[in-house]
């Protein structure tokens, strides 16, 4: 009987756990919305908002998608509960994710993992860089819940696999139908409860024949979720971005979006795969190879069925890959498991070390510190806050233009990037719907349009520091000659 785990190697295991949380949520605190959380905000505080519509929609939708619990509920709850106080938004958002790795040591532990391989990849999947970068915006939320509901079906199901009581079935059911409602993308859990099914048997036919049958009910839950989209819920216009490709492209983004869970801290995935798989080669256990290889099979089924929505997609984003996180963790869970049982327990100290010293290498502090440095919600922030302070007093209708592209100003390729985290400005509508001010850009570089010396028009101007200022007298005489009646504030 292998030893069990030291003491001193599940003190380190709570420590890294608490350190990662303990940063997230300092993180969380010094962050606010951007980029598109915005629309949403706007959408579920303005007067128009419908739950009926949000669940069953039977007209035209503000947005391409149908995610009505993982963005319309998520975001009108937490506008009611927490108003536009982003930390505790993302408190949520970081409960869920970190009960994520609960769930994944109680899936490695099902899988038959020894207590220090499991615990290792529960704390890989938590520290992943694409949900701990991508995590502090609202509208990723879904990708977080997502995540969370597709453990929960795994866990369910390999319960009832393994035991056989019939409400674990049943409750592996009601987390596949959240999942859909959080994300279509979720219609690929029977895929994913397939390959988690058969990671938990030996590979005999038999065993596989009795995954396919527990699946039914799943696939047929599926097959009325896809119903229900098709008749009864309309579509919206189709965008190039979003129109499935087919073709060699698919297997390069598929490689790209893993790329995203494997890179970081000093290459985890690659330091575990080449070290401890020459363990276990050196032990020369062929059990212990063939379980791997089984177990490996298995795990990277589940990560392509997660990815191969996205793989589809012209231009697969980085947050997409959060979804591959928890097959990649397992993996490399089972790498470490099979090295542990390869070696027969032998010099359990040693082992113990080597995992702690690749789950901390693997922890991004790179991201961790660039976030806690450089907050991106401030600059949504800090651009509402000037308008509040200079907007009282103005006419319904009145327009606010920032100025850049000018000597003295932030540069266009800066401003553009302020403006992707602003969302072009529409932090106003989303913080006050109520309000009829409009805010737009104007670009100084280029000939200025029309509408940029707009009579009573409030003029701002963005620094190099990406700041928000007054226009300055002069700068509107250079640059906006007509604009000189402008309201000054």
């Keep these: 009987m292998p030893p069990a785990a030291s003491r001193p190697f599940l003190l380190i295991c709570a420590a890294v756990a608490v350190m990662l949380v303990g940063a997230c949520l300092g993180i969380a605190g010094t962050e606010w919305f951007s980029r598109d959380d915005f629309a949403f905000l706007a959408h579920v505080r303005s007067d128009d908002f419908r739950w009926s519509e949000s669940f069953l929609p039977r007209g035209e939708r503000f947005w391409h998608f149908y995610r009505p619990l993982g963005m319309e509920a998520y ?35 099902r899988l038959g993992f020894d207590l220090r391989a ?36 795994v866990r369910c199901f390999l319960e009832f696999l393994l035991a056989g009581p019939r409400r674990w079935q049943l409750a592996s059911l009601l987390a596949l139908a959240l999942a859909l409602l959080t994300n279509g993308v979720n219609a690929v859990l029977p ?3 397939l390959c988690a099914g058969l990671a938990a048997r030996p590979p005999r036919r038999a065993a596989g ?30 965008r190039a971005i979003y129109r499935p490709e087919a073709g060699l492209e698919t297997l390069r983004k598929l490689a790209g979006m893993l790329s995203e869970v494997l890179g970081g801290g000093l290459g985890w995935a690659a330091a575990a795969a080449a070290g401890v798989g020459l363990l276990v080669l050196a032990a020369g256990s062929r059990p212990a190879i063939r379980r791997l290889g089984w177990r490996g099979l298995c795990l990277a089924g589940w990560a392509a069925a997660a990815l191969a ?15 591959a996180s928890a097959p990649v963790a397992l993996l490399a869970g089972a790498v470490f498991d099979s090295a542990w049982r390869g070696t027969g327990g032998r010099r359990p100290a040693l082992f113990e070390a080597a995992v702690a010293l690749l789950v901390i290498a693997a922890i991004p502090f790179g991201v961790l510190a660039e976030r806690a440095t450089a907050p991106r919600g401030v600059h949504p922030l800090g651009l509402l806050r000037a308008v509040e302070a200079r907007s009282a007093g103005l006419e319904p209708g009145a327009r606010l233009i920032v100025l ?61 520091e990406l700041e928000i200022e007054d226009a300055t007298p002069s700068l509107l005489a250079r640059e906006l000659p007509r604009g000189r009646g402008a309201v000054q504030r």
Excluded: K
Aim: proline content about 7%.
């Design 75 to 109: 975001f009108r709850l937490c506008s009611q509960a927490f108003g536009l106080d982003a930390s505790r938004w993302f408190a949520v958002s970081l409960a869920f994710h970190f009960a994520s790795g609960w769930l994944l040591l109680g899936i490695a532990r």
């Design 404 to 464: 850049y592209g000018a000597p003295g100003l932030a540069d266009s390729e800066a401003a553009i990037a302020y403006r992707y985290l602003t969302y072009n400005g529409t932090v106003l509508q989303a913080a006050h719907p109520e309000t009829e001010l409009t805010l737009r850009f104007q670009d100084l570089s280029q000939r200025p349009s029309r509408g940029a010396t707009r009579p009573g028009a409030v003029y701002l101007q963005l620094t190099p």
């Design 209 to 238: 024949l009795q995954v396919v049958r527990a699946l039914l009910p799943h696939a047929l839950l599926v097959g009325g979720y896809a119903l229900l989209r098709i008749r009864w819920i309309p579509l919206v216009s189709d």
């Design 118 to 153: 499991a615990l290792a990849a529960a704390l890989l999947l938590v520290s992943r860089p694409p949900a701990l970068d991508q995590i502090f915006y609202g509208s990723v939320f879904h990708f977080v819940l997502s995540v969370f509901l597709s453990l929960v079906a």
């Design 309 to 323: 929505p996205f793989a589809l997609l012209p231009f697969p984003q980085q947050r997409y890959a959060m979804l």
């Design 191 to 193: 895929a994913v409860l």
